[in-house]
């Protein structure tokens, strides 16, 4: 009664090493993909900062520092587009007016970089500054400010429509 023939023997055999065997193989193959993925990262150059760093990080906190400082300070520049007269007035709040101020206005034209223009801002500078606007072409311009006032940085961003 006990007699098993030997086909039914290695049948027995077999089908209780087929789960093994394959869990071997789904483990051997996703070792070899770790492995090979570790292979090509490995050679792969990640440069998350630049090599100047800790000055890049200081400028962005300077220039974090002049925003707030702009920002303590109702109107602390206002930009008056006056048409009749095809200019633009940069006039500062009036703590700033009478004391001399030096810095620079950048106008971006998100639309064409080879329009953006630099301004200085004049040395002697203690009122308002004055910007001709006929060599700006109608638009959309980013205008940034930037300006030192008694060893203070400030600095001043908006979004212009030029008609």
Avoid: C, H
Avoid at 76 to 104: E, Y
């Amino acid at each position: 009664m006990n007699r098993q023939s030997k086909g039914e023997k290695n049948k027995k055999s077999r089908s209780g090493l087929e789960w093994p065997i394959g869990i071997a193989v789904v483990l051997l193959l996703f070792l070899s993909f770790l492995i090979g993925a570790l292979v090509v990262l490995s050679g792969e150059q990640f440069d998350l900062v630049t090599k100047d760093y800790y000055e890049k990080g200081l400028a962005y906190q300077q220039r974090i520092d002049a925003i707030r400082r702009t920002q303590e300070i109702p109107d602390a520049l206002r930009i008056i587009p006056d048409k009749k007269q095809n200019v633009l007035v940069f006039r500062f709040a009036p703590q700033f007016q009478g004391k001399p101020l030096s810095g620079k206005i950048y106008f971006y034209r998100p639309s064409n970089a080879r329009q953006d223009k630099q301004v200085d801002l004049p040395a002697s500078l203690t009122d308002d500054f004055v910007v001709p606007t006929e060599q700006l072409p109608k638009g959309k311009w980013r205008i940034k400010a930037e300006w030192e006032v008694d060893g203070q940085t400030y600095y001043y961003e908006t979004v212009l429509y030029l008609e």
